[in-house]
């Protein structure tokens, strides 16, 4: 492994430990985020699952961006409470 491949997983592996709970939050919240929007344009808009599946992705993931800065601010305030 070179030194730049061995930093960028150092670099992510922190990232990782820092911003965990945020991090498995917003993959649950994008996950069911998905799920939500495929069976919303199967249901109202009537069509298949596989162009559901296409155009359910792109506003999920912009929320999911959403939701991970906002759950970080949001932490950020509680455990900033708690330590005072």
Do not use: C
């Not at 069509?47 to 939701?67: G, H, K, Q, R």
């Amino acid at each position: 492994m070179t030194e730049l491949t061995s930093g960028i997983f150092n670099s992510a592996k922190q990232v990782y430990s820092n911003n965990k709970g945020s991090i498995l939050r917003t993959i649950v919240y994008t996950i069911g985020h998905f799920i939500i929007a495929i069976t919303v344009l199967m249901l109202i808009a009537d069509v298949s699952f596989m162009i559901a599946l296409t155009d359910a992705i792109v506003e999920p993931l912009a929320n999911s961006v959403w939701y991970f800065l906002l759950d970080k601010f949001w932490a950020s305030k509680v455990s900033n409470k708690i330590k005072s």
